[in-house]
């Protein structure tokens, strides 16, 4: 009697042990406010006004900076420090309302001077913005209040509120603007805290943030290349997600994985095989008009991208309602007709390049196929994989290349092919009087128009090889939320994300 009274009493105490560790494992995780997400590339700096690196903006976008407004995550534009506007009856007057009590990182205040340098920063003649184009249309900015700006642009221009969304167009202060690359101080929910080179970016939650305070009291961004190292961090709970998994050829497995969920979105990421227009033998569009023949898109998408992604026949987001999708139908795969334009040009043989791949998979797998692909028709590439570092000074700025392989993935961006000396180096003036018109259009049926006649004549003078739509593979922990589905701009916004208890 007495031993099962004891051992009564054992099994009791041990049942009280385990409901306890239970219940603190259980409140353990309740409280966990900590997130570490794995990206590919790590950013050049972490100035978004100041460089042309999709990661710059996928680590501080509506993090760390804020603009005027912000773009959401179905596309959509919201007020961000802005927090109202109206327009005149014209279209070229816009009158801001700013939130009052907003504060810098540094502990300076906000007000509409602020809003009035960065602007003028970002449209200056020695401005280094990489969108110095968004801002062409202002014509002056003035401080009416500290609580209130006026922009007055030359014409009327029915992106304009969206154009501020970008991540080039986020307010800074006038005394940190210089040091914002190594040191970004924004005055969005999250402030910087430490940078360690070649491994993470980290930020804290901001304690005198304006609006509605995050959920998250700290965020890890460990960057890994790799795509193999990409799912061994996933299995091994060394990172809590990726926005944007590196390999897609491993989803189904972790689909199959409860502790993961997986989400498959769109982006804004035309990816295309980048010709340099300007660089004989590329000058002859029959040439250009050769390889988009040659190219095999769903044979692209399928090798490189393990069936992610979407074929595209210009530079164009499918999802959008101004999409000409029979434009994939202008240059179908035709190896025979590929050869005759290049005999038609002088290549009867074909002739050797240089293609230059980035660090990403979709570039350096689909360069592989791209380069088999070219082959049949008598076009041999070498193959030089860059790092990113290397791909913006050497085709970005300095335009040494003949092909490259790249996600354009800025929203809405075909007006890229009307800007001087871009790194594809394309001159029309019928082009250019297309973006012309739609910056002055409101109406949205005319606008859709131009938004196609634009998309026909890069199609047709074959520009670019275009390929396909990135598609945005999203793993993460079950248990976290708030990860946006799709990619409308470049950013892994955070300011939504938390654990479920």
């Given at each position: ?5 004891n051992l ?7 049942a009280a ?5 239970s219940?603190v494992?259980?409140n ?8 570490t997400l794995g990206?590919v590339l790590e950013?050049?700096?972490?100035d978004?006004t100041a ?5 710059i903006?996928?680590?501080?976008y509506a993090?760390i ?10 596309g ?11 327009v005149?009856?014209?279209?070229k ?7 009052t ?6 502990g300076?205040d906000?007000d ?7 602007l003028d ?5 020695k401005?280094t913005?990489?969108?110095?184009a ?7 900015v003035?401080?009416v209040?500290p ?8 014409a009327p221009a029915?992106?304009f509120?969206?154009?501020?969304g970008?991540g080039?167009a986020?307010?800074?202060a006038?005394?940190?603007a210089?040091?914002n690359?190594t040191?970004p101080?924004g005055?969005?929910?999250?402030k910087f805290s ?7 970016i980290?930020m804290?939650?901001?304690d005198?943030?304006w609006?509605?305070p995050?959920a998250?009291?700290?965020?890890t ?7 193999a190292?990409?799912v061994?961090?996933m299995l091994?709970g060394d990172?809590?997600?990726?926005a944007n998994?590196?390999?897609p ?5 972790l ?6 969920k ?5 982006t ?7 010709t340099?227009n300007k ?10 008009q050769a390889v988009?023949h ?13 069936g992610?992604?979407t ?14 999708a029979?434009l ?5 795969y035709?190896l025979?007709?590929?050869k005759?334009?290049?005999?038609e ?5 074909g002739f050797k390049?240089?293609i230059k791949?980035?660090p990403?998979s979709?570039a350096?797998?689909g ?18 994989p860059v790092?990113w570092a290397?791909?913006l000074d050497?085709v970005?700025k300095k335009?040494d290349?003949d ?5 354009h993935t ?5 007006n890229i092919?009307a ?6 180096q394309?001159s029309?003036d019928t082009?250019n009087?297309i973006m012309t018109d739609?910056n002055l259009?409101?109406d949205q049926a005319?606008r859709?128009?131009?938004m ?6 890069i199609?047709k ?6 390929m396909?739509e ?15 589905e799709n990619?409308?701009v470049?950013?892994?916004d955070l300011?939504?994300?938390?654990w479920?208890?």
């Amino acid at each position: 009697m007495k031993i099962l009274t004891n051992l009564a009493k054992t099994t009791a105490l041990a049942a009280a042990l385990t409901m306890s560790a239970s219940f603190v494992a259980i409140n353990a995780w309740a409280a966990k406010t900590d997130v570490t997400l794995g990206m590919v590339l790590e950013p050049p700096h972490l100035d978004p006004t100041a460089g042309a690196a999709a990661a710059i903006d996928e680590v501080v976008y509506a993090n760390i900076f804020e603009g005027l407004t912000r773009i959401g995550s179905k596309g959509e534009v919201l007020p961000a420090l802005a927090e109202s506007w109206t327009v005149s009856d014209d279209g070229k007057v816009y009158t801001f309302k700013l939130h009052t009590g907003v504060k810098f990182h540094d502990g300076s205040d906000f007000d509409a001077s602020d809003v009035k340098f960065s602007l003028d920063r970002a449209r200056g003649e020695k401005s280094t913005n990489a969108q110095k184009a968004l801002f062409k249309g202002i014509e002056s900015v003035d401080v009416v209040d500290p609580a209130t700006v006026k922009i007055t642009l030359s014409a009327p221009a029915g992106n304009f509120t969206f154009n501020l969304g970008w991540g080039d167009a986020v307010i800074v202060a006038p005394e940190t603007a210089d040091s914002n690359k190594t040191n970004p101080v924004g005055t969005g929910p999250f402030k910087f805290s430490k940078w360690a080179k070649g491994s993470s970016i980290e930020m804290v939650k901001s304690d005198s943030y304006w609006g509605k305070p995050v959920a998250l009291s700290k965020a890890t961004l460990r960057f890994i290349p790799d795509p193999a190292a990409a799912v061994s961090a996933m299995l091994a709970g060394d990172v809590d997600g990726f926005a944007n998994f590196p390999a897609p050829e491993s989803i189904p497995q972790l689909k199959a994985d409860p502790r993961f969920k997986v989400v498959i979105g769109s982006t804004e990421g035309e990816t295309i095989l980048s010709t340099n227009n300007k660089k004989a033998p590329w000058t002859d569009i029959r040439v250009r008009q050769a390889v988009a023949h040659a190219i095999n898109r769903q044979a692209i998408i399928d090798g490189a991208m393990f069936g992610l992604g979407t074929p595209i026949g210009t530079h164009f987001a499918p999802h959008h309602p101004a999409y000409k999708a029979d434009l994939i139908n202008t240059y179908p795969y035709d190896l025979d007709k590929a050869k005759a334009l290049l005999a038609e040009a002088g290549f009867p043989n074909g002739f050797k390049a240089v293609i230059k791949l980035p660090p990403p998979s979709y570039a350096r797998r689909g360069g592989e196929i791209v380069a088999a692909q070219l082959r049949k028709i008598g076009i041999e590439l070498e193959i030089v994989p860059v790092e990113w570092a290397q791909w913006l000074d050497q085709v970005f700025k300095k335009k040494d290349f003949d092909l490259t392989i790249v996600s354009h993935t800025e929203p809405q961006d075909i007006n890229i092919y009307a800007r001087k000396d871009y790194y594809f180096q394309y001159s029309s003036d019928t082009f250019n009087k297309i973006m012309t018109d739609l910056n002055l259009a409101t109406d949205q049926a005319e606008r859709y128009k131009l938004m196609g006649d634009a998309q026909t004549l890069i199609t047709k003078e074959a520009v670019n090889g275009y390929m396909f739509e990135l598609a945005k593979a999203g793993v993460w922990n079950a248990k976290l939320k708030g990860m946006w589905e799709n990619a409308p701009v470049q950013a892994t916004d955070l300011t939504g994300v938390s654990w479920a208890e």
